[in-house]
């Protein structure tokens, strides 16, 4: 089967920095694309940004010019550099790829279990 493996998450201080790495195994190959995206308590699930296999990226508006997202496609692991971490950004992050299932070579999106992120002095 299937694995998003993920891992980084942790307690930071606000202002710091933290980084996220996600990893496809098994039966995926990401070709599309590949994100995070976040859950605070009592809120829905948001993006936190995507990039395709073609390196195009799209933020969410509340991350933008303090997270970067990048990708090694010979791995098919994504990354997540967090800087300039604020109290408002602790949720769980969960990594996601819309990729395709090598046993059946049909397109599946995947999750991953989530990374808790907490930002607090």
């Known amino acids: 089967q299937g694995q998003l493996v993920e891992s980084g998450g942790g307690l930071v201080q606000p202002g710091g920095s933290l980084r996220l790495s996600c990893a496809a195994s098994?039966?995926?190959?990401?070709?599309?694309?590949m994100g995070w995206y976040r859950q605070a308590p009592g809120k829905e699930r948001e993006l936190v940004a995507t990039i395709t296999s073609g390196d195009r990226i799209n933020y969410g508006d509340s991350v933008k010019g303090r997270f970067t997202i990048s990708r090694d496609n010979a791995k098919n692991t994504v990354y997540l550099q967090m800087n300039n971490l604020k109290p408002e950004d602790t949720a769980v992050y969960y990594c996601?790829?819309?990729?395709?299932?090598?046993?059946?070579?049909?397109?599946?999106?995947?999750w991953g279990q989530g990374t808790q992120v907490t930002v607090s002095s």
């Open positions: 098994g039966t995926i190959l990401s070709i599309n694309a």
């Open positions: 996601n790829t819309d990729g395709v299932n090598r046993s059946t070579w049909r397109r599946q999106i995947y």
